[in-house]
């Protein structure tokens, strides 16, 4: 089942864990609900010991959309925020490792059994690390964004926006020792994402990997296309 969330008149963003999800939920919120976004920041989301997703979960649950068929009745354009696939890992290591004290060298292995174990049933494996290209149809997706390029998109697009968790604590990214074994490792979990990226990649007619352009050529069509948020 393919998740969404609707963030404006016209888009839909597919839901994926560790790719600017709890910001699109957020949006989400404030699109239904007809409120700005830092109502929520500032108000609601400060609880202590609890996290902005955390606290997000109740309200953004009942404006989840399934999008398995929705391009069959609606002319909804659906939007992917996809991201490097190792900086997603080393985002979902924080999440689930950081606090329970294990190591990232324990992490690589434990994921690496996970998904080898599950990967003819890839649904069940854990949303925060599991492959992205699971979380889509692809030939459904209508525009696909890189994280880091997702901002300037919503801001070219009216599109309400607040960067959620932005005051985490990143300290712990200088503490992991990333080996040549580890990126190996990963190229090889997560080689169905890379090769997703590709196909964007020739899609956007790109020959980089900075993904600097591909807001702009789809802030060109939605443009030509009329869509507006």
């Not at 969404?4 to 839901?15: C, E, L, M, Q």
């Not at 202590?48 to 953004?60: D, F, H, K, M, R």
């Not at 494996?125 to 290209?133: A, D, L, V």
């Not at 990963?186 to 600097?212: P, R």
């Amino acid at each position: 089942m393919k998740i969404g969330y609707r963030i404006s008149d016209n888009f839909i963003v597919v839901s994926c864990s560790k790719n600017a999800s709890t910001t699109v939920m957020l949006q989400s919120l404030c699109y239904n609900e007809k409120k700005q976004i830092n109502e929520y920041n500032d108000l609601e989301f400060k609880h202590v010991n609890q996290s902005i997703y955390g606290a997000l979960w109740p309200y953004t649950n009942k404006y989840k959309i399934i999008c398995d068929n929705i391009k069959k009745y609606t002319n909804f354009k659906l939007i992917f925020i996809f991201r490097d696939p190792i900086k997603r890992f080393l985002s979902a290591y924080k999440t689930w490792f950081v606090g329970a004290g294990k190591t990232f060298d324990e992490f690589v292995k434990f994921v690496k059994e996970d998904i080898e174990t599950y990967k003819d049933n890839i649904n069940i494996i854990n949303q925060h690390y599991r492959p992205q290209y699971s979380f889509i149809n692809f030939d459904d997706i209508d525009i696909f964004i890189e994280q880091n390029d997702y901002e300037m998109f919503c801001n070219e697009q009216g599109i309400q926006y607040l960067k959620a968790n932005q005051n985490k604590d990143l300290s712990y990214q200088s503490k992991i020792e990333l080996t040549d074994e580890h990126i190996s490792i990963l190229k090889d979990l997560y080689k169905e994402d890379y090769e997703m990226i590709e196909k964007i990649n020739k899609i956007a007619n790109k020959n980089d990997t900075s993904f600097n352009n591909i807001v702009v050529n789809m802030i060109e069509y939605c443009l030509k296309e009329g869509l507006t948020s």
